[in-house]
């Protein structure tokens, strides 16, 4: 089994790296358990007998492990909200989300420091208080990590303080009190 890494940096640079040896493909499969502190403040370091590479945690935008081997089981649970990257065939096509009882689909773009933009589906059980909902809303800045499935398999993992903004297509229904109501121009 292989793995694929991207590091992308909140300068919008990728760098891509691959792993196939067994033993290093456990070691970092297993780092994973450990992902709600990956960007609190210790350095990434990914190293080869060619190259060592170390990131600031605080400039990683997202990390992207892809293979075909389930890594939910390594990953902080995802509650009620799934989140899967979107190819950019799938971009194109229409998309006007639903909302029939307490499950939804939406779109939402994730911006970053440096210009990067991750889109995704989300698919999720609307939670059933208000409040709830709000709070799933404004709270996903203060997350230490949000993940995502990768389309081509795998997982991704945000780092929520190098987001600037998110955009939600179609939009919420239920806003809090202090938002401003205004239509993009």
């Known amino acids: 089994m292989a793995i694929g890494i991207t590091v992308i940096t909140t300068a919008n640079r990728a760098r891509r790296f691959f792993q196939t040896d067994a033993a290093s ?9 450990r992902s709600a502190q990956l960007f609190s403040g210790t350095p990434l370091i990914i190293g080869s007998a060619g190259r ?7 400039a990683i935008a997202c990390l ?38 307490e499950h939804f689909t ?16 989300a698919e999720g059980v609307r939670k059933p208080a208000l409040a ?14 949000i993940t995502y499935r990768l389309a081509q398999g795998g997982i991704g993992l945000m780092n929520p303080q190098a987001m600037t903004r998110f ?18 121009a």
Not at 167 to 184: E, Q
């Open 52 to 58: 060592t590479e170390v990131f600031a945690a605080a």
């Open 106 to 121: 939406r779109r939402i773009e994730f911006f970053f420091t440096g210009g990067h933009v991750l889109f995704t589906l």
């Open 25 to 33: 493909l456990e070691q970092i499969l297993s780092s994973l358990q």
């Open 132 to 145: 709830e909902r709000l709070m799933n809303l404004t709270s996903l800045f203060a997350r230490p990590i």
């Open 167 to 184: 955009v939600i297509t179609p939009g919420v229904p239920d806003l809090p009190r202090d938002a401003w109501l205004a239509d993009a």
């Open 64 to 101: 992207e492990i892809e293979t075909a081997r389930d890594l939910s089981g390594y990953l902080p649970s995802p509650g009620n909200l799934t989140l899967t990257a979107l190819t950019p065939e799938q971009r194109a096509e229409p998309f006007a989300g639903y909302l029939e009882g």
